[in-house]
């Protein structure tokens, strides 16, 4: 369902990182991470990054303890 590096940007949105965070973090542009945020939402048919972030936890799609 996700990519690879999409799960790697639901994490850093799970720990409360922005998009500009999340570019910085993983060596990417701001347009990108955005980009990567917004097809996480449209994927999880979710109205925005933080009810992304709760379905990601619900379901276990993330490992918060790294």
Do not use: P
């Not at 409360?16 to 048919?45: M, P, Y």
């Amino acid at each position: 369902m996700l990519t690879q590096r999409e799960l790697e940007v639901l994490t850093l949105v799970c720990k409360g990182l922005t998009n500009l965070e999340i570019a910085e973090e993983l060596c990417i542009s701001s347009h990108t991470a955005k980009a990567h945020v917004c097809s996480i939402i449209r994927k999880f048919g979710v109205d925005n990054r933080t009810l992304a972030a709760c379905y990601a936890v619900k379901n276990n799609l993330v490992n918060l303890d790294d």
